[in-house]
């Protein structure tokens, strides 16, 4: 044999080894959670591995695929992981680690086709290959259903009727039954716990004489009893159902609405009145409030809206109120939380909540008021033109809606305001009952809006400053708002 004849030969012998093991190209099938996956370019096997066209089905799985030209290289980015091929190359890359595939990536009629195994299991998911079906089934993994939480039960009334809210996250519509004698309305909560655990209230109240909730096996049950003539009507937001439950009252049933004139007698300058329109005919009773309090933390301002600023002799902007609202209001968060309080922030990075300041502080209260909050705390700084003003107050108000809690604004006022001052050592500027200032005015709740310091008084500053100074006014806050939970009924 001469050289050429061995040459033609090699070339032969090379190319019939990479071509003898493609399958015919149309027989694979490939499914992803049982659904079958059409492809522009049908799936082959090389050396025994499915190759598959990538955008096809690694987008499926929540991953990002990249292709960059010049180095004929794809990336596939998944949330934890990130898978580097290259073309006709056999090292692929998972998180910069190195690794050697047998079957290199190839392109095919302008499609980049790579290992299905591989990538697949490196993105989490399973990979079965069934030879009788000529099919690839990718699995997602197996997930236990995650447990739902009912946070909180309660129940209101009014002079037409009473509503029961179940508050979940995610909630997922329960099965509904009753049943008679007495008359119940029953809710089964697949997969469900309480917070809180198994209790029952008796209520007070002409339309329900009793809301009990139990844990049992693998779901929670909710049972309202009611007189016989209860007719219950369901609805549902993406965070609660809602039991609205009416008995036939009596014609002459006479209710102690106030009359119109009695309806506040706010002046015309008062912000908190200004778009009253949307007051209920008659404000509910809260007749139970079950388990875990939500506390609403607002860092007051924030983005356009800096609030009060602080300037050292030279002019030089020191501090500004939105920024040291926001850095006590994390760490009023950071100890609530880690004492298992439910917290809500209506800001948590430097933004405004609206275009308009009154826009702004609408959307504070509706963020309260939405999540049925139990308490609400504003955290802001103080100003003023004589720098001398210095220390901490506290504004509160006990308007009608919020006396129902069991606990007063200006009880939780007193119980943040006495360590509060105590951590800084600044001096206590009292309490002081605000009703016109919108977010007490307007939030449902028992509200306080604390001053925590003088931005434009240089030693406040120093402690507006100071990291482990904010740390413990946060920690002082939350201590005076976990004293006032506990004071709940
Ligand atoms: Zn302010």
């Known amino acids: 044999m001469n050289k050429i004849k061995l040459i033609l030969c090699f070339i032969f012998i090379s190319l019939s080894t990479f071509l003898l093991p493609v399958h015919a190209a149309d027989d694979i099938k490939l499914y992803f959670d049982d659904s079958l996956i059409k492809t522009d370019v049908s799936p082959i096997i090389i050396n025994d591995r499915t190759m598959v066209p990538v955008r096809s089905i690694f987008e499926k799985m929540n991953a990002e695929v990249t292709w960059i030209n010049s180095k004929k290289q794809v990336i596939i980015k998944s949330l934890s992981k990130r898978i580097v091929l ?63 939480v009912i946070k909180r039960i309660n129940a209101t009334k009014s002079s037409r009727n009473s509503k029961v809210t179940i508050f979940i996250d995610n909630i997922e519509k329960p099965s509904i039954s009753y049943a008679s004698n007495p008359q119940r309305f029953i809710a089964d909560f697949e997969n469900t716990v309480i917070s809180g655990g198994d209790s029952k209230k008796t209520l007070n109240s002409d339309d329900i004489t009793e809301v009990r909730y139990a844990e049992h096996d693998d779901y929670s049950r909710v049972v309202i009893e009611s007189p016989a003539d209860a007719e219950y009507t369901v609805s549902y937001s993406s965070n609660s159902m809602t039991i609205i439950v009416e008995c036939e009252h009596s014609e002459d049933d006479t209710h102690d609405d106030k ?128 720098p001398t003003a210095t220390g901490t107050e506290i504004l509160y108000a006990d308007t009608d809606s919020k ?87």
Not at 350 to 357: D, I, R, S
């Open 86 to 148: 290259n073309v006709d190359k056999t090292r692929a890359y998972v998180d910069d680690k190195a690794i050697e595939l047998d079957t290199a990536p190839v392109i095919v009629n302008d499609r980049t086709l790579i290992p299905v195994r591989f990538v697949s299991e490196n993105l989490g998911y399973d990979v079965e290959w069934n030879n009788k079906e000529r099919a690839v089934h990718i699995n997602s993994p197996y997930k236990e259903p995650e447990e739902l």
């Open 259 to 386: 009359p119109e004139s009695d309806n506040k007698d706010k002046d015309d300058n008062d912000t908190s009145s200004s778009d009253a329109e949307d007051e209920p005919e008659t404000d509910p009773d809260v007749i139970v409030k079950v388990d875990r309090p939500l506390v609403v933390i607002d860092a007051g301002h924030g983005g356009w809206d800096s609030g009060a600023v602080g300037y050292d002799d030279d002019g030089e902007v020191v501090v500004r109120e939105c920024d040291a609202n926001l850095a006590i209001a994390l760490r009023v968060q950071h100890y609530l939380v880690k004492n298992n309080v439910d917290v809500i922030m209506t800001r948590q990075t430097n933004k405004a909540l609206g275009t308009t300041e009154m826009e702004d502080l609408l959307s504070r209260c509706k963020i309260a008021n939405d999540a049925d909050a139990t308490l609400f705390v504003s955290i802001h700084n103080n100003s003023f033109t004589e």
């Open 403 to 489: 006396i129902n809690y069991g606990v007063t604004s200006k009880t939780m006022a007193q119980n943040i305001i006495t360590p509060l001052v105590k951590a800084t050592g600044l001096q206590n500027r009292g309490l002081h009952d605000s009703p016109k200032m919108v977010v007490l005015g307007r939030t449902e709740m028992p509200s306080v809006l604390i001053e925590c310091a003088f931005v434009s008084n240089p030693s406040d500053r120093e402690i507006l400053t100071d990291d482990s100074e904010i740390d413990d006014m946060g920690y002082a806050i939350a201590e005076g708002i976990i004293k006032t939970i506990n004071q709940l009924p």
